[in-house]
């Protein structure tokens, strides 16, 4: 028989015991301060750090049919100011007369300047476990340089007041089979979804933490999601048709939920479950 080592046997002692008292300690706790725990632990070593360092190499690096890098890009501070950047967005462009979000900016950069199609720049704007998307990447690069900063986006063009009242329309619209709107989920405080806290979008503190926390590292799904992924998934929720990626309803629900969330400091990549 082979012989167990004992440095085995004291490891799955030790962990037994770790379990059991973990168990003991967790009985009594509420689950969502277990929860925030786990996460406070987990944002040491926060995996999305693996996603901003790719975004910042898709930045830098030649690609497309042009060669060139993102680095001429303008997200709204001038052509490659990335720090910052992100707590003033979605914002109105004069190049191109309208409010762009940051997906949005991208893929027009990836565009206009690097020569990509849209079809080839949109392509995978979601990773899927077993595809990485570059725009996620980005996005996570580009948030990151924005951690720390006090959220801060404008109104001051008629466009970005227009954005800002169709987002506010969207959130409180009902339809749909349940003829749910953002608000039967987002518009009041205390509500949960099994163990999940539904943030109240219409309450200042909440939006501003909500808002503040995305793109996140999902530990149950093992990517890196964007506000853009939230967004699409919440409609998911609501039984809404399909969010299209860069369309003028997403930009629009961004604006308003990020506008809400000014004064609140942006702290993202962050860790969920
Ligand atoms: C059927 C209920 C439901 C509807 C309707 C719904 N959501 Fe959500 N929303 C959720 C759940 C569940 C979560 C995830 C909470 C968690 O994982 O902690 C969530 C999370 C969010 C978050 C991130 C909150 C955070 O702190 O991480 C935002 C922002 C959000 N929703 C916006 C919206 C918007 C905008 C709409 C309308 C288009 C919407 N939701 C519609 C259930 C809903």
Known sequence: MKRIPWWTAALAAGALLALVGLRAQAQPRDAVKEIERYREALAEGNPAELWEARGE????????????????CDLGKGPGVVKGAYATLPRYF????????????????????????????????????????DIEALVAYVTAESKGVVMDVAMNHPREREAYALGERIFFFRGGSHDFSCASCHGESGKRIRLQDLPNLTDAKDAQRAYTSWPAYRVSQGELRTMQWRLF??????????????????IALTLFLARNANGGTFNAPAIKR
Do not use: I, N
């Open 57 to 72: 190499g898709l930045w830098k690096a030649k690609r497309g049919p042009r060669q060139v890098s993102l680095e001429g």
């Open 94 to 133: 004069a190049d191109v007369d309208r409010v762009m979000d940051l997906e949005t900016r991208l893929v027009h950069c990836m565009v206009t300047g690097q020569g990509f199609t849209t079809a080839e720049a949109t392509r995978q704007a979601f990773g899927d476990g077993a595809k990485r998307s």
């Open 233 to 250: 998934d919440c409609f998911r929720q609501q039984r809404f048709p399909a969010l299209e990626f860069g369309s003028e309803a997403s």
